[in-house]
Every structure is written in C-alpha cells, then in structure tokens.
C-alpha cells in the first residue's frame, strides 16, 4: 500500500466516519460513490456482494468497511478502513456526549434530538436505494424485494425465516 493510498483509505473512511448519523448504514451511498466511481476499487457488483456479506455475518455492519479495505490494499487496507471508520466517530462522541450529558435539558436540546432522527432515517433510506440500485433487478428480484418489505413491516416473523425464504426462491428461479 502506497502511501497515497493510504491516504486515500484514510480519507474516505474518516470522512465517512463523521457523517454516520444513523450507523454506519447511513453512509453507505456515500462510501459506494468513493470506492466505485471514484477509486475504482470495487466494481457495483462486488460492493452489492461485499454489503450483503457484512450484513449477514455476525458482528458490526462496519465489517463492510474492512472488506473493501482489504480489497483495496490487502490486509492493511483492511486495518486502516476499519480503524479509520471508527476512531473519528468513536472520539466525537466520546466529547459530545461529555458536554451533552454537562448541560440541562433545554429547547435546544430537544431540537437537536428530533433534527437528527428524520435525518438518520433519510440516510438510511438512501442507502437502501444503494444497494437495491448495485444489484441486478429482475421482476423476480423486485418482487422478492417488495413481498419482503411488506412481510417485515406487517409482522413480527424473523427476518431469517425471510431471508431463507427469499434465498430458496432466487435459487430455484436461477436454475
């Protein structure tokens, strides 16, 4: 890895790292943008692919960010984003959270804590259009994608029973 290119890492994921209002979901349009189309480290699909392995593996959602730092760099790529997608936020809060836990209850409190829940809730809706955008759309697809929404939102059925059952539908119309 070049130093250049640790540069780069480190800004992308850095600057991403301050953004995340919402998670680290909320800056996956942004990260998709930088690592596709700008640094060309990924292709679409191969970021689509390394989303969904991060989702379904267990752990932080931020193992998104170590598998695009490995592709770019090999394992200290993946070291750097991982700790550059961290450390920013991880320190910011670690201050905010000092000086809001310091001051009383106020107007200005409040407003501030029902600003940013529709803008997280924006940014992860953007990253959802993302992600469904990188992926191939067959009506198969789509309708997968619709009748999952509505099961989720509708029910309290565990979403693994979903993904399972929308895995065997894609496998036996793949066929």
């Known amino acids: ?19 995340s209002f919402g998670g680290g979901n909320a800056v996956i349009p942004q990260i998709q943008l930088e690592t596709v189309h700008t640094y060309h480290w990924l292709t679409s699909g191969e970021f689509a692919d390394a989303f969904a392995i991060a989702q379904a593996a267990p752990g932080p959602s931020t193992l998104l960010v170590s598998a695009i730092g490995y592709q770019a760099a090999g394992i200290w790529g993946a070291v ?21 836990f310091r001051t009383k209850p106020s107007r200005w409190r409040s407003a501030v804590e029902n600003g940013l829940a529709p803008i997280a809730v924006g940014l992860v809706l953007s990253s959802a259009i993302v992600i469904a955008r990188s992926t191939e759309n067959t009506l198969v697809q ?24 929308c895995g065997l539908i894609g496998y036996l119309t793949a066929a």
């Open 1 to 19: 890895m070049s130093p250049a290119q640790a540069y780069q890492i480190a800004m992308v994921f850095g600057s991403a790292s301050l953004l």
């Open 80 to 100: 750097l984003a991982t700790a550059a997608m961290i450390l920013p936020a991880c320190l910011l809060m670690f201050f905010a959270a000092r000086l809001w």
């Open 142 to 165: 789509v309708a997968m994608t619709a009748g999952a929404t509505v099961v989720l939102c509708a029910t309290r059925l565990n979403p693994l029973w979903i993904m399972g059952t």
